[in-house]
């Protein structure tokens, strides 16, 4: 397709509770949705980058200029644009994966809605629905922290994902197993720890964990590998894990057993295939995960989710869990399950007077006359 223009928009959701995690606590969540234009359809992407730089050195700020001064202007210099295309045309500007995946989300959203094909016959989805896992924040007591716990499985999410730091770590984790028994739950350290802490990890072997994601820092793959030696919990790695070559290699090197599939931390959805397509190939089971989504990166990620290597419970939550109102309409969960749309593209857009509602900025990028 030909870009015609794009559009830059900011939107501004309130959480519906603070997320406390190691990297700080999120109370809203400032997201850059991307609208392209072209002759036959139009399509959205949703960047997942934080406000502050602490999931990742990339910020919506950042992802905001990159593409306006960097990304687009190559864009806009090719005469038919493809998703296949985005990231070669891209690769001459270093990094900036979420601002990237975003771009090349909106185009393959505008590409299947034309052809009327949906994200999930696109990307080769096994299944019609998703097994849903929630995400749990560091609470301040264990009875609070407890009741939250329940209330998600009450809801019937099918694992849990307890955030954990030093200190707020093996208290927890031995307080929701001790009252819920054998339920799926993993723990996310979000880099928390350090290569000193693998005889305090290795105490939460006797929790039967399906996984310790991202113990240590994103570029410590040698330390994850060293972890694993002495730790029985399978580890999971995420911000470690920025292409389907690097889960190769973090494989190879032992620092790994399962895969957290982030599109925005790959630089979009075809690269998060090929990561799937991997692991797969090694054995190695991943899961999708969030970056506190609204519908359309929900929607993007649920399709993804429906992979047949997609074997765990992903953080593909309800639109309920983050957000009173979502911008589509909300994903619910039914029996602990999303379904995958089937509509062409994304299967869903926004809902015009919410978005209104909730835009702070907009801003049109178009072709240099
Ligand atoms: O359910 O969308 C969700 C969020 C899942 O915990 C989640 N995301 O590290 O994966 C993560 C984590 C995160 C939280 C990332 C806050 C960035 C900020």
């Not at 502050?52 to 806009?76: C, K, N, Q, T």
């Not at 399962?258 to 799937?276: C, F, M, P, Q, S």
């Amino acid at each position: 397709m030909k870009l015609e223009s794009v559009e830059l928009r900011r939107i501004r959701l309130p959480l519906v509770a603070p997320f406390r995690t190691s990297l700080g606590t999120v109370r809203e969540r400032e997201i850059l949705l991307v609208r392209v234009v072209g002759p036959d359809a139009e399509g959205w992407g949703e960047c997942v980058a934080f406000v502050e730089p602490f999931y990742s050195y990339e910020y919506v700020g950042g992802a905001h200029d990159v593409i306006r001064e960097h990304l687009l202007p190559r864009l806009f210099g090719l005469d038919d644009v493809t998703a296949e295309l985005v990231a070669p045309t891209l690769q001459g500007v270093r990094g900036h994966p979420m601002a990237k995946g975003a771009l090349e989300m909106a185009i393959l959203d505008a590409e299947l809605r034309a052809q009327r094909i949906s994200f999930g016959e696109y990307l080769g989805g096994a299944r019609t629905e998703v097994d849903c896992g929630v995400s749990v924040g560091i609470h301040e007591n264990v009875d609070e922290l407890l009741r939250t716990v329940e209330s998600y499985l009450e809801e019937g999410y099918r694992r849990i994902k307890l955030k954990i730091e030093p200190g707020q770590d093996i208290e927890p984790v031995r307080a929701v197993r001790e009252r819920f028994g054998d339920i799926l739950f993993q723990v996310d350290a979000n880099a928390a720890y350090t290569r000193l802490d693998g005889e305090r990890l290795a105490q939460l072997d006797e929790f039967g964990l399906l996984l310790i994601e991202q113990p240590l820092a994103e570029e410590d793959i040698r330390g994850h590998a060293e972890l694993a030696k002495v730790v029985g919990t399978p580890i999971c790695l995420d911000e470690s894990i920025t292409s389907a070559r690097g889960a190769e290699d973090a494989i190879a090197m032992g620092a790994c057993r399962i895969v957290n599939v982030k599109a925005g931390r790959v630089g979009g959805y075809l690269e998060a295939r090929r990561v799937h397509d991997v692991c797969r190939a090694n054995d190695v089971p991943v899961w999708c995960g969030g970056m506190l989504e609204t519908a359309l990166g929900r929607a993007a990620n649920v399709a993804l989710a429906a992979l047949p290597n997609f074997t765990l419970p992903g953080d593909t939550s309800a639109s309920g869990r983050y957000y009173a109102e979502d911008i589509c309409e909300p994903f619910v969960l039914h029996d602990g399950r999303l379904a995958v749309p089937t509509g062409p593209g994304l299967g869903l857009t926004p809902i015009p007077e919410v978005l209104e509602r909730v835009t702070t900025s907009v801003e049109i990028c178009r072709p240099e006359a």
